[in-house]
């Protein structure tokens, strides 16, 4: 069974950062390394439905960002520690949300994967509140 376990989220001022980490474990992750699996980020703010915010080949060289956190967010991986992150700087208000970490299996080590369908296993989520 490969879980994924976000860190905690938090408050912070529109304009502050805050850096979110998701760890990838289970029973030998399925057989498969941790880089074997393609990661990203997604969100859902109340009332809303659940959007992407970024994505992460296998590899770390192939990122996926969506319009409005370019230049602001930034995914990367640490495949030793089985982690991911999500810097996220510039934070406004309307990055209000709760965070979700997702990863799937792929063969293709620069896959980025940007659709939630596509995403295996998930977080339970962590609540990231950015006030004005």
């Known amino acids: 069974q490969v879980q994924l376990v976000e860190s905690e989220g938090g408050l912070v001022q529109a304009g502050g950062s805050l850096r979110l980490s998701c760890v990838l474990s289970?029973?030998?992750?399925?057989?498969?390394?941790?880089?074997?699996?393609?990661m990203g980020w997604f969100r859902q703010a109340p009332g809303m439905e659940r959007e992407f915010v970024a994505a992460i080949s296998r590899n770390g060289a192939y990122t996926s960002y969506r319009d409005s956190v370019k230049g602001r967010f930034t995914i990367t991986r640490d495949n030793v520690k089985s982690t991911v992150y999500l810097q996220m700087n510039t934070l406004k208000p309307e990055d209000t949300a709760v965070y979700y970490c997702?990863?799937?299996?792929?063969?293709?080590?620069?896959?980025?994967?940007?659709?939630?369908?596509?995403?295996?296993?998930w977080g339970l989520g962590t609540q990231v509140t950015v006030s004005s």
């Open positions: 289970g029973r030998s992750l399925n057989n498969y390394a941790m880089d074997m699996y393609a």
């Open positions: 997702a990863g799937r299996y792929v063969g293709d080590p620069t896959r980025v994967v940007v659709t939630d369908l596509y995403y295996e296993y």
